[in-house]
């Protein structure tokens, strides 16, 4: 089944890679670009683009055409809900960046108008379609690191300077925050989606410390107690001195860290040639106890590589009333394929799309770490559902 695609804001900093991702899909046929910005779109245009439909298309006139049952949605975070609302009224599915609105307010009226019209939305976590990240999820849920005790997480990035500063990024009233509504809401929405866990409370301190005009934080450490009762660090920032300039060709630093009573897995998610390594005692490997496992991604131009270029087939198919797709990637040399804690032995991830439970959860998270900054105290959150 192949399908068109509508394409709502040109000018969003992931724009670019988000549109050559639906340029790689055989499932889509099409893509009819929108954007208020003429200018942005002229430039695309202007560029070699085979999917991209001629015409200057209005947004009314998109929502309107039937043979365009998708669109994507990259508005800046205070119009994005107005864009998604108007959308799903029309009838279309929905896939959007994170962290999808401005504020979690702001995704009431936008959750009843998706729920309403029975469409689906995706949001652009593409890390729960990582093959680690499922191979990760796969080895806590049996057992091989016991009871869950801790996680640490760092998403550490290119300082400001590198990033334009006037962008709307940087500004409160339009981005609702900084480096965790940006970036950090990714390993927030990875630590739960891998642990199965909720968080449950939160103590943060944040800050804006790169000495350029700027009004969301920039730099903030996060602990949140998870409903298992483990606790979970996350370190975020615009930090890093040495990078090129640009959001696509940034610098990091990054980690993920679960520690159990009965071993330990650690991960370094931006540094591919370095291995997982799990730690355990577990009875189910206690036959070899440390293992290092060495993976190769598959590669592609595709926003997240090729698990983004599979995360965005299976909405489609998915949204079309369709099947899965596999997997991507597979680790070198797996143990053996029968043993249900092999790397690469997980499930394939659920098609993902949900009805935007898991993104508003992951916006009160952050903006309890506001209030928690603001205050000095511990901000408690009412259990949710598992992400």
């Known amino acids: ?9 040109v000018a ?6 988000h549109f050559r991702t639906l340029e790689l899909l055989d499932e889509v046929s099409g893509i009819v670009a929108w954007d208020e910005d003429d200018e942005a779109l002229e430039r695309l245009r202007r560029e070699d683009h085979p999917k991209l439909e001629p015409g200057q298309p209005t947004f009314d006139q998109i929502m309107e055409r039937e043979d365009i049952p998708i669109v994507v949605s990259l508005a800046t975070n205070d119009r994005n809900p107005e864009w998604v609302i ?16 401005a504020s979690s307010a702001d995704m009431a009226p936008l959750l009843d108008a998706v729920r309403g019209a029975g469409v689906r939305l995706g949001v652009y976590y593409t890390w729960r379609s990582h093959p680690i990240v499922n191979d990760l999820r796969a080895l806590i849920d049996a057992g091989v690191i016991g009871k869950l005790l801790s996680v640490e997480g760092r998403m550490v ?15 409160k009233g339009i981005a609702g925050g900084g480096i965790l509504s940006w970036l950090g809401c990714h390993w927030i929405d990875a630590i739960r989606y891998i642990t199965r866990d909720e968080v449950t409370a939160v103590t943060a301190m944040v800050d804006t410390l790169n000495e350029q005009p700027i009004d ?5 450490g996060v602990i949140m107690r998870m409903g298992s009762g483990a606790i979970a660090t996350l370190h975020a920032g615009y930090l890093l001195p040495i990078s090129q300039a640009g959001y696509l060709s940034g610098s990091y630093d990054t980690y993920l860290g679960f520690r159990g009573l009965e071993g330990n897995i650690t991960w370094y998610p931006t540094e591919e040639d370095r291995p997982v390594v799990v730690e355990s005692t577990s009875k189910v490997w206690n036959a070899t106890p440390r293992r290092e496992l060495k993976y190769v991604v598959a590669e592609s131009e595709a926003y997240g590589g090729r698990y983004g270029q599979d995360f965005v087939g299976r909405f489609i198919t998915s949204a079309m009333g369709g099947g899965q797709s596999a997997g991507s990637a597979s680790p070198d040399d797996p143990e053996d394929p029968d043993d249900p804690v092999s790397p690469g032995s997980s499930e ?40």
Do not use: C
Request: hydrophobic content about 35%; overall charge positive.
């Open 86 to 101: 108007r959308a799903a009224k029309a009838g279309k599915h929905v896939l959007t960046e994170k962290p999808v609105a």
């Open 157 to 171: 990035t290119s300082q400001v300077r590198f990033r334009d500063p006037t962008h709307w990024l940087f500004r």
């Open 12 to 17: 969003h900093p992931h724009a670019r890679p």
């Open 348 to 387: 394939v991830p659920q098609a993902p799309y949900d009805d935007g439970e898991n993104a508003l959860r992951v916006l009160r998270i952050i903006e309890a770490a506001y209030r928690s900054s603001e205050t000095g105290r511990m901000v408690p959150l009412e259990q949710g559902r598992e992400g």
């Open 216 to 220: 969301v934080e920039d730099t903030a």
């Open 1 to 9: 089944m192949k399908v068109k695609i509508g394409f709502l804001g």
